[in-house]
């Protein structure tokens, strides 16, 4: 298969929003967006920088394995279509309780929505 070039979607560790300095900015400063089972908060990056994502999963959800399989399909809809945002971007995903026995294509399809409801915003049109 000569001149196929191969695209990682991969989500290091260093693509994770990590600290809660950086929550706390992306809820402050970033455009908050609410389809079916998430909430999205987006904030700007530099030009320069990667797009870089945090999941938060609070009790309501349920118990440790619904919030594990929650924050699961929330990064791999996120990792599927990191390419696809405008703009490099912190996302700050937030699970509702509407996630629990949702399957990932559903999952993927609120993502998407929620990002292009953000292009508008975001500086593409």
Do not use: W, Y
Not at 6 to 29: H, M, N, Y
Not at 46 to 65: D, F, P, Q
């Amino acid at each position: 298969m000569a001149g196929t070039r191969i695209v990682k979607f991969g989500l290091p560790r260093s693509r994770r929003i990590k600290q809660s300095g950086d929550f706390v900015r992306a809820r402050a400063e970033g455009r908050r967006l609410v389809c079916g089972c998430l909430i999205a908060n987006l904030r700007p990056r530099a030009a320069g920088a990667a797009s870089r994502l945090g999941v938060v999963t609070s009790k309501k959800i349920g118990g440790a394995v619904l919030r594990s399989r929650a924050r699961r399909l929330l990064r791999e809809s996120f990792r599927l279509h990191q390419q696809d945002l405008p703009r490099p971007l912190d996302v700050v995903l937030i699970a509702r309780p509407s996630i629990k026995g949702k399957k990932l294509a559903q999952v993927e399809g609120d993502f998407l929505r929620a990002m292009s409801q953000a292009r508008s915003g975001l500086g593409e049109p």
